[in-house]
């Protein structure tokens, strides 16, 4: 396994529209190794492909405890609610911004070796859901922002969580 480095914004490589991944091999297998290594080297919650520089559709996201599901071809079949909150992304380091998204997701995605299955998640990970797959057609978080969040604002907003809890 080995890190690879993660492009940032500005990079061509991050507006790109992936193709599918085809095939199921070898080297797919050393990419997705490869992404989780990084991702937990950088410890992120999610990564695509195009993060790396490599335009297929393959994401990771890692479920909190450990487990970090690989997601091949991954296409959103439902979703519903809404959240709103800070949003990161390890391709626009250190920056954060307010974002709105569906609060519960369910997608379809092949593993390694092809096999399609189905997944669900809310919260954080219906959230990952959406920024990761959106990698892959191209498009950052920052589009759905207008403007980044100052320290300020972040420790407001996670001052009034705890108020709430
Ligand atoms: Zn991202």
Not at 34 to 43: I, P, R, S, V, Y
Not at 135 to 162: K, P, T, W
Request: net charge negative; with cysteine.
């Amino acid at each position: 396994m080995a890190i690879r480095r993660i492009v940032t914004r500005g990079d061509d490589r991050l507006g790109k529209k992936c193709r599918p991944v085809t095939d199921f091999n070898k080297r797919l297998h050393i990419l997705l190794d490869d992404m989780k290594e990084t991702l937990a080297e950088a410890q992120g919650a999610g990564l695509a492909a195009p993060q790396v520089g490599v335009l297929r559709r393959a994401v990771i996201i890692a479920d909190g405890e450990d487990e970090v599901m690989e997601l091949i071809n991954p296409e959103i079949l439902e979703q519903s609610g809404e959240q709103t909150g800070p949003e990161g992304c390890l391709s626009v380091p250190g920056k954060w911004g307010m974002v709105t998204r569906p609060n519960f997701v369910r997608i379809r995605a092949q593993d390694r070796y092809g096999e399609w299955f189905e997944a669900e998640g809310e919260e954080l990970i219906a959230r990952c859901f959406c920024h990761e797959i959106e990698h892959l057609d191209g498009h950052l978080y920052v589009e759905h922002i207008d403007h980044f969040l100052s320290e300020e604002e972040l420790e407001a907003y996670y001052q009034e969580l705890e108020e709430e809890e």
